[in-house]
């Protein structure tokens, strides 16, 4: 017969196999913040852009008459201490309606929340949602996060809300990341590291706007990683230094160009070209991730 403490110590344990067990069967959240073992990055496929002329992403002619398809993806990057997520995709609305006017038309298959659940998540677990820049593209989906800390950078606030100066550009719409009002924020100035730790950074690069960044990740597998926002949108942008007729100032873009090849090649890092079709396409299929 087991004596009484060794009995309740039984009982605890089965206890704990039970509550075990009942979890693996109903299963986990496939990235609960708490229980990342390493940093992790996941692509998310918020959206494509089909564009009837090109010739506006080349001040230098190298698209004109020509026609081209944008991917429009968000990112996750879980970490032990939470999880950001970076740029938030095409709004519903507009991949209904598009522009026709511009000749722009797009598409979301599968909503953002939607996604969300597919690995177990709600909006509620993203801890931190920061911006490659302001253009719609990048914003469409921004208020699903309310609850998220923001990462905003100062200048590209300023530039996207009009305050002060000129209304936002047309390519901006303030209505998709109105959130931020009332958001918990964290207004950055220049490069900011997200978890402390020097494995997440956010670096300024502007030129395609005002306070356009980058994010900088370095996994423990695949190494150091850089999402390049709209610093390039095709490969060949990069191959050729391209700059768009709409970048608000070209020299900015040239030395942001310079800065963060720079970083590239001394980190030996991946540079991922965000709307580049095969870029994106060369990533894991979500909810599968680099690590």
Not at 239 to 245: D, H, K, N, P, S
Request: hydrophobic fraction near 40%; proline fraction near 6%; aromatic fraction near 8%.
């Amino acid at each position: 017969m087991l004596s009484r403490p060794a009995a309740s110590m039984s009982r605890r344990c089965a206890i704990t196999w039970i509550a075990v067990l009942i979890a693996a069967s109903f299963g986990q959240p496939a990235l609960a913040a708490d229980s990342a073992p390493e940093i992790r990055l996941y692509a998310m496929d918020c959206g494509h852009l089909d564009f009837k002329d090109l010739s506006f992403f080349s001040d230098t002619g190298d698209y004109d008459g020509k026609s081209g398809s944008l991917a429009d993806p968000c990112f996750l990057i879980r970490h032990p201490k939470g999880i950001l997520l970076w740029d938030t995709g095409l709004s519903p609305e507009f991949a209904r309606q598009g522009n026709p006017e511009a000749g722009i038309s797009g598409g979301l298959d599968v909503p953002v929340t939607t996604q969300l659940q597919q690995a177990g998540l709600t909006a509620a677990n993203v801890t931190f949602v920061a911006f490659s820049h302001f253009h719609a593209d990048h914003t469409g989906n921004a208020n699903l996060f309310a609850g998220s800390t923001w990462i905003i950078n100062r200048d590209e606030l300023a530039w996207a809300t009009g305050t002060p100066g000129p209304q936002p550009p047309g390519i901006v719409d303030p209505a998709t990341f109105s959130a931020y009002k009332t958001a918990k924020t964290k207004v950055i100035d220049g490069d900011y590291d997200v978890f402390g730790d020097g494995t997440v950074r956010i670096l300024k690069a502007p030129g395609h706007t005002p306070g356009h960044q980058v994010l900088l990740l370095r996994l423990k597998k695949s190494g150091a990683v850089i999402l390049a926002g709209d610093l390039y949108h095709f490969r060949h942008d990069r191959e050729a230094r391209l700059v768009m007729t709409v970048n608000t100032q070209r020299a900015d873009s040239l030395a942001s160009f310079d800065r963060i090849e720079k970083l590239a090649h001394n980190t030996h890092a991946r540079l991922i070209v965000q709307h580049d079709p095969e870029d994106f396409k060369s990533l894991p299929k979500f909810p599968a991730y680099l690590d």
